[in-house]
């Protein structure tokens, strides 16, 4: 009570903040006057003029209020647009690494570029992260136009562009992309064999669009490039014959989860069979050194016991094909991840195809925490609030509207089952639509899209279906979701990005019915008459009531409702806002079936009634509050296992990184030589044993194998009675004067690529197959809870395990590849280039890959039109042509700029 006197009389600590930074937005306006007289050149000057100060040591929040200002002057003159005081609060907290939540409508797009144009005057690039390829493609050329008036440079990183393209796109001062495309070309600059072959610089800034659609929703998944294995078909049928000795006592089964454990009699019955087949390394299963094999072991399990022929799949043209359980569709192409499919090919006996391998994976919580200065935007991230800090360090702060809000939000209606919801939803929609008030309804599926679709039909209401998938042509009809009498339906994430502007958008219908005029009189009276359309329709959407935002049935968080209501009501509009729920609902089935809530619903409720109350909706309140901090749960997890990993993956590219800027590597060689020699001598001759005990051909048959030395030990022993370090010592200085010789009978600068391609080539060779065995570590861990382990905490360390191993075989790899080989050189070294990996992202909401978001050749045709259409030309039939790429640093396995779609060492590179 006392809490709530105090924020009355003081305001909440966030009306204080905001309140505090009022005296630097007064600031920013006072430079105002000054500024709108300058001329344009002058005006441009301005950022060489910035440049200069920061030169001499001034900080950027000193400069903020007259650079704040001179991009309110530019955007004015450039885009007709004028920020509000408001947004300034919003770019100054932008720029300060903490997240602006700002409301539907009220110019997050405006508001990033002067937080971008500040930061970019260090030179050091900042990066705008956007959902998808189309706002990083818009976003770029519509505030692109405001940043080239002012002398900055922009970039897009879009799918598909070539190495060139994007070492380009990075070097810009503002650089526009997809987080996946982002955290892609992380991994893949960690993949390469030379400095010169990375595309990104080091980072600086980052701002979020959207940042709880991307730092919370799409963090729950990884991000992953794979590639082909190892063919490992010999195992998969070998484990299989284990597992079909085994007998149904030897397992537990979890028909509901497709989960199956082995008994404490199982594990012992597959010990000894496995042991027997010589598939295990000493005689316990869970021996770190098994953990491949278990894993194999439990996918053998599933697919013999839980995976049902002609239930689960079907053997097609000597073929495992899955079975859609919900449709009973076949599902050409698909095929279950972590061996499991090769598990059900080895069941079979069809042949098994090789399964793709992780060659390097982050999540997006790790990404991201790796700019020193990170900030975000959104309409809604409030709820969220404790996550972004405990995560990201980063504070929310809820920025105040230009206009007070006016939208109605109504109580929710509860209905018994789904068909009368529905009905409801359908008949109020007819409502609306009748006296042209535009309504939009918010859907968690693309199912209950099409659901509502045919309530609607019978109503005779003409309706548009959209769904999360097709960014661009969505966002137009997202657009013009606001006309008099539209009535749009779309799934939550639709659209995302895109105002609904009341009456219809006018750059989107320039856009659709102006595309094909040419500039003149014509086309400047068709604006003209576009714009006195919108006006007048807008009076009457007005006049109508505004839009109506009708939710089918509220979402696991929050968060995701907020954002559908938050689409009406922009800029003081007016609008209302309801939900529709049902006991069907996937969120009231936490209540369950047998609940007092449920009883006096079935009871008190006849078919087609409704009731509505504010204890109800606080109850659904209290469940979304529990399902969003078990999510939240979910995703801690997904980033406490990947900060183990995390740690690793920063020591593996560090390295590669400091063997790549290194002129010479051969102090690295050298220790890591000595390093073998080391453990060769300690295995043979362990510490505190009697030279009766060492093991002198053991010693003798490594040191020939690693080291390419013979080793005259008895002849040592004999002469000096030696101690393990002695021998240590001389093995070691033999092995260093053999490679002494190989070297000098060779170029110098050729060894020392030699020795750099090695350390890279066996550093990545190990750390895939290091990723692989964490990959089943994390698969099997949780066993360990059955003997009162916490799994995290034997994570920790059997990955700690893992890692040292790990560095032991690489250094003793390395060492024995130099030490044996020979060097025959009939022409240069070339680096090798990265093939074809696969990307991954899957989308939490969806179930799909969403790591690229088409075939990337409208981005291509938008950004490099000119060039491609020259190179068309150029490649045309009938003309040889030169190539007009050939000065480009272009990798062959990169796509041909030209748009074809081939490969460049396929069409233009051919020319070469």
């Given at each position: 009570?006392?809490?709530?006197?105090?924020k009355?009389?003081?305001?909440?600590?966030?009306e204080?903040?905001?309140?505090?930074?009022?005296?630097?937005?007064?600031?920013?306006?006072?430079?105002?006057?000054?500024?709108?007289?300058?001329?344009?050149?002058?005006?441009?000057?301005?950022?060489?003029?910035?440049?200069?100060?920061?030169?001499?040591?001034?900080?950027?929040?000193?400069?903020?209020?007259?650079?704040?200002?001179?991009?309110?002057?530019?955007?004015?003159?450039?885009?007709?647009?004028?920020?509000?005081?408001?947004?300034?609060?919003?770019?100054?907290?932008?720029?300060?690494?903490?997240?602006?939540?700002?409301?539907?409508?009220?110019?997050?797009?405006?508001?990033?570029?002067?937080?971008?144009?500040?930061?970019?005057?260090?030179?050091?690039?900042?990066?705008?992260v956007?959902?998808?390829?189309?706002?990083?493609?818009r976003?770029?050329?519509?505030?692109?136009?405001?940043?080239?008036?002012?002398?900055?440079?922009?970039?897009?990183?879009?799918?598909?562009?070539?190495?060139?393209e994007?070492?380009?796109?990075?070097?810009?001062?503002?650089?526009?992309?997809?987080?996946?495309?982002?955290?892609?070309?992380?991994?893949?600059?960690?993949?390469?064999?030379?400095?010169?072959?990375?595309?990104?610089?080091?980072?600086?800034?980052?701002?979020?669009?959207?940042?709880?659609?991307?730092?919370?929703?799409?963090?729950?998944?990884?991000?992953?490039?794979?590639?082909?294995?190892?063919?490992?078909?010999?195992?998969?049928?070998?484990?299989?014959?284990?597992?079909?000795?085994?007998?149904p006592?030897?397992?537990?089964?979890?028909?509901?989860?497709?989960?199956?454990?082995?008994?404490?009699?199982?594990?012992?019955?597959?010990?000894?069979?496995?042991?027997?087949?010589?598939l295990?390394?000493?005689?316990?299963?869970?021996?770190?050194?098994?953990?491949?094999?278990?894993?194999?072991?439990?996918?053998?399990?599933?697919?013999?016991?839980?995976?049902?022929?002609?239930?689960?799949?079907?053997?097609?043209?000597?073929?495992?094909?899955?079975?859609?359980?919900?449709?009973?569709?076949?599902?050409e192409?698909?095929?279950?991840?972590?061996?499991?499919?090769?598990?059900?090919e080895?069941?079979e006996?069809?042949?098994?195809?090789?399964?793709?391998?992780?060659?390097?994976?982050?999540?997006?919580?790790?990404?991201?925490?790796?700019?020193?200065?990170l900030?975000?935007?959104?309409?809604?991230?409030?709820?969220?609030?404790?996550?972004?800090y405990?995560?990201?360090?980063?504070?929310?702060?809820?920025?105040p509207?230009?206009?007070?809000?006016?939208?109605?939000?109504?109580?929710?209606?509860?209905?018994?089952?789904?068909?009368?919801?529905?009905?409801?939803?359908?008949?109020?929609?007819?409502?609306?639509?009748?006296?042209?008030?535009?309504?939009?309804?918010?859907?968690?599926?693309?199912?209950k899209?099409e659901?509502?679709?045919?309530?609607?039909?019978?109503?005779?209401?003409?309706?548009?279906?959209?769904?999360?998938?097709?960014?661009?042509?969505?966002?137009?009809?997202?657009?013009?979701?606001?006309?008099?009498?539209?009535?749009?339906?779309?799934?939550?994430?639709?659209?995302?990005?895109?105002?609904?502007?009341?009456?219809?958008?006018?750059?989107?219908?320039?856009?659709?019915?102006?595309?094909?005029?040419?500039?003149?009189?014509?086309?400047?009276?068709?604006?003209?008459?576009?714009?006195?359309?919108?006006?007048?329709?807008?009076?009457?959407?007005?006049?109508?009531?505004?839009?109506?935002?009708?939710?089918?049935?509220?979402?696991?968080?929050?968060?995701?409702?907020?954002?559908?209501?938050?689409?009406?009501?922009?800029?003081?509009?007016?609008?209302?806002?309801?939900?529709?729920?049902?006991?069907?609902?996937?969120?009231?089935?936490?209540f369950?079936?047998?609940?007092l809530?449920?009883?006096?619903?079935?009871?008190?409720?006849?078919d087609?009634?409704?009731?509505?109350?504010?204890?109800?909706?606080?109850?659904?309140?209290?469940?979304?509050?529990?399902?969003?901090?078990?999510?939240?749960?979910?995703?801690?997890?997904?980033?406490?296992?990947?900060?183990?990993?995390?740690?690793?993956?920063?020591?593996?590219?560090?390295?590669?990184?400091?063997?790549?800027?290194?002129?010479?590597?051969?102090?690295?060689?050298?220790?890591?030589?000595?390093?073998?020699?080391?453990?060769?001598?300690?295995?043979?001759?362990?510490?505190?044993?009697?030279?009766?005990?060492?093991?002198?051909?053991?010693?003798?048959?490594?040191?020939?194998?690693?080291?390419?030395?013979e080793v005259?030990?008895?002849?040592?022993?004999?002469?000096?009675?030696?101690?393990?370090e002695?021998?240590?010592?001389?093995?070691?200085?033999?092995?260093?004067?053999?490679?002494?010789?190989?070297?000098?009978?060779?170029?110098?600068?050729?060894?020392?690529?030699?020795?750099?391609?090695?350390?890279?080539?066996?550093?990545?060779?190990?750390?895939?197959?290091?990723?692989?065995?964490?990959?089943?570590?994390?698969?099997?861990?949780?066993?360990?809870?059955?003997?009162?382990?916490?799994?995290?905490?034997?994570?920790?360390?059997?990955?700690?395990?893992?890692?040292?191993?790990?560095?032991?075989t690489?250094?003793?790899?390395?060492?024995?590849?130099?030490?044996?080989?020979?060097?025959?050189?009939?022409?240069?070294?070339?680096?090798?280039?990265?093939?074809?990996?696969?990307?991954g992202?899957?989308?939490?909401?969806?179930?799909?890959?969403?790591?690229?978001?088409?075939?990337?050749?409208?981005?291509?045709?938008?950004?490099?039109?000119?060039?491609?259409?020259?190179?068309?030309?150029?490649?045309?039939?009938?003309?040889?042509?030169?190539?007009?790429?050939?000065?480009?640093?272009?990798?062959?396995?990169?796509?041909?700029?030209?748009?074809?779609?081939?490969?460049?060492?396929?069409?233009?590179g051919?020319?070469?």
């Amino acid at each position: 009570m006392l809490g709530a006197l105090v924020k009355t009389i003081f305001g909440s600590a966030n009306e204080r903040y905001v309140k505090s930074l009022d005296k630097i937005v007064q600031q920013i306006n006072a430079f105002e006057p000054a500024i709108e007289a300058m001329s344009d050149d002058e005006l441009s000057a301005q950022t060489a003029k910035f440049r200069h100060m920061l030169s001499e040591g001034t900080t950027l929040d000193a400069i903020l209020p007259e650079a704040f200002a001179t991009v309110r002057e530019a955007s004015k003159r450039v885009l007709g647009m004028r920020h509000f005081d408001v947004q300034m609060i919003g770019g100054i907290v932008l720029h300060r690494g903490e997240i602006a939540e700002m409301r539907t409508g009220e110019g997050k797009t405006l508001v990033a570029t002067l937080a971008t144009y500040l930061n970019a005057l260090e030179g050091k690039g900042v990066h705008v992260v956007t959902v998808n390829d189309y706002l990083a493609r818009r976003d770029a050329e519509w505030m692109g136009q405001l940043h080239n008036f002012l002398g900055l440079t922009i970039g897009v990183i879009v799918p598909n562009l070539n190495e060139f393209e994007r070492r380009e796109a990075y070097g810009a001062d503002i650089t526009y992309g997809t987080n996946n495309e982002f955290g892609f070309d992380y991994l893949r600059d960690n993949m390469k064999h030379d400095r010169g072959q990375m595309v990104q610089r080091p980072f600086n800034f980052a701002i979020v669009d959207e940042v709880d659609s991307i730092l919370i929703d799409e963090a729950r998944t990884p991000l992953i490039i794979s590639g082909p294995t190892d063919d490992k078909s010999e195992l998969y049928m070998a484990v299989d014959a284990v597992v079909k000795r085994l007998e149904p006592e030897d397992y537990e089964t979890d028909e509901k989860t497709k989960n199956i454990t082995l008994t404490e009699d199982g594990v012992e019955k597959a010990e000894r069979i496995l042991e027997a087949e010589g598939l295990l390394e000493g005689s316990n299963l869970y021996d770190v050194e098994n953990t491949q094999v278990v894993h194999h072991l439990d996918q053998a399990l599933k697919a013999v016991v839980m995976f049902k022929r002609d239930t689960d799949y079907i053997v097609k043209d000597d073929k495992v094909v899955i079975i859609d359980e919900f449709t009973g569709r076949m599902m050409e192409g698909r095929r279950w991840s972590n061996g499991l499919h090769q598990a059900v090919e080895a069941k079979e006996g069809v042949k098994i195809e090789p399964e793709n391998q992780t060659m390097a994976s982050i999540t997006f919580q790790n990404y991201f925490r790796m700019y020193p200065k990170l900030s975000g935007m959104t309409g809604t991230a409030a709820t969220e609030a404790a996550e972004f800090y405990d995560i990201y360090k980063m504070n929310v702060v809820t920025i105040p509207t230009n206009v007070p809000v006016q939208r109605d939000d109504e109580e929710d209606e509860f209905y018994k089952n789904t068909t009368d919801k529905f009905a409801a939803i359908a008949r109020l929609i007819r409502e609306k639509n009748e006296k042209g008030q535009p309504v939009l309804v918010g859907t968690v599926s693309i199912e209950k899209s099409e659901l509502l679709s045919n309530f609607l039909n019978q109503e005779g209401v003409k309706h548009s279906v959209l769904n999360a998938r097709f960014h661009e042509m969505e966002a137009h009809i997202v657009a013009q979701a606001g006309r008099l009498g539209a009535v749009t339906i779309a799934t939550n994430m639709a659209g995302r990005g895109t105002d609904i502007q009341l009456g219809g958008n006018i750059e989107f219908r320039v856009e659709d019915e102006l595309r094909d005029v040419p500039e003149g009189p014509e086309r400047e009276a068709g604006l003209a008459r576009i714009r006195e359309e919108v006006a007048a329709e807008k009076q009457q959407v007005l006049d109508a009531g505004g839009l109506c935002v009708i939710g089918t049935e509220r979402h696991e968080s929050r968060r995701i409702d907020n954002q559908l209501r938050g689409r009406s009501g922009r800029q003081g509009d007016p609008g209302m806002s309801k939900f529709y729920l049902c006991l069907e609902d996937d969120l009231l089935r936490i209540f369950g079936p047998d609940t007092l809530f449920a009883r006096m619903m079935n009871s008190n409720l006849e078919d087609g009634e409704a009731i509505g109350s504010k204890w109800l909706s606080k109850a659904i309140e209290t469940a979304q509050k529990k399902v969003e901090a078990r999510n939240y749960e979910v995703r801690k997890q997904v980033v406490e296992y990947d900060d183990v990993m995390n740690d690793q993956r920063k020591v593996v590219y560090e390295q590669r990184a400091d063997i790549m800027d290194a002129e010479t590597v051969d102090d690295i060689v050298a220790d890591m030589r000595a390093d073998t020699v080391n453990a060769i001598v300690g295995a043979a001759c362990p510490p505190g044993s009697y030279p009766e005990h060492w093991d002198i051909e053991a010693l003798k048959a490594r040191a020939l194998d690693t080291l390419a030395v013979e080793v005259p030990i008895e002849a040592w022993i004999e002469e000096d009675g030696m101690e393990p370090e002695l021998i240590e010592e001389r093995l070691a200085a033999l092995a260093s004067e053999h490679m002494d010789a190989k070297m000098a009978k060779d170029d110098p600068s050729v060894w020392r690529q030699v020795e750099k391609s090695v350390l890279l080539d066996r550093i990545d060779h190990h750390w895939k197959e290091h990723l692989a065995t964490l990959d089943a570590l994390r698969q099997v861990v949780f066993l360990r809870a059955y003997a009162q382990k916490t799994p995290i905490n034997e994570y920790k360390q059997e990955a700690f395990g893992l890692f040292e191993r790990m560095l032991e075989t690489i250094r003793e790899d390395v060492t024995r590849i130099l030490s044996v080989s020979e060097l025959r050189m009939p022409e240069p070294i070339e680096l090798p280039e990265l093939p074809d990996f696969l990307t991954g992202h899957i989308d939490p909401l969806t179930g799909l890959d969403n790591s690229d978001d088409g075939d990337g050749s409208a981005q291509r045709a938008a950004l490099f039109g000119s060039l491609a259409g020259s190179a068309q030309a150029a490649a045309s039939p009938g003309g040889a042509g030169d190539n007009p790429y050939a000065d480009m640093p272009i990798s062959r396995n990169a796509p041909c700029p030209c748009g074809s779609g081939n490969k460049y060492k396929h069409c233009h590179g051919a020319l070469a």
